[in-house]
């Protein structure tokens, strides 16, 4: 199983811009899409994105579309997520996780780090 360490999460205000990191180990990250969600105070966690295996698809939630973007360095064994223009509603833990392709769910998941945008 593989093994997941979120970073870069803070506090920023609204319009501005974070990049979180998710740093893997133990497997070869190239063996897993890898997908961000995230769960605010009092609400269920939620699909943010994912990207394939080697970086060509991606698919983004709505509320994130134009906004987030989604990338990997399998040489590095690192996800990333780029937030720009964030908005308060974006607060939240924001978690990195893998499946295995064909997986309904995600089956690894990180500790979660924490973003809160100010208005």
């Known amino acids: 199983q593989v093994q997941l360490v979120e970073s870069g999460g803070g506090l920023v205000q609204a319009g501005g811009s974070l990049r979180l990191s998710c740093a893997a180990s133990g497997r070869t990250l190239s063996s897993y899409v890898m997908g961000w969600l995230r769960q605010a105070p009092g609400k269920e966690r939620e699909f943010v994105g994912e990207?394939?295996?080697?970086?060509?698809?991606?698919y983004y939630a709505d509320s994130v579309k134009g906004r987030f973007t989604i990338s990997r360095d399998n040489a590095k064994n690192t996800v990333y997520l780029q937030m720009n223009s964030l908005k308060p509603e974006d607060t939240a833990v924001y978690y990195c996780?893998?499946?295995?392709?064909?997986?309904?769910?995600?089956?690894?998941w990180g500790q979660g780090t924490q973003v809160t945008v100010s208005s």
């Open positions: 996780a893998a499946r295995v392709s064909g997986a309904g769910r995600f089956g690894s």
């Open positions: 990207i394939s295996e080697y970086g060509g698809i991606t």
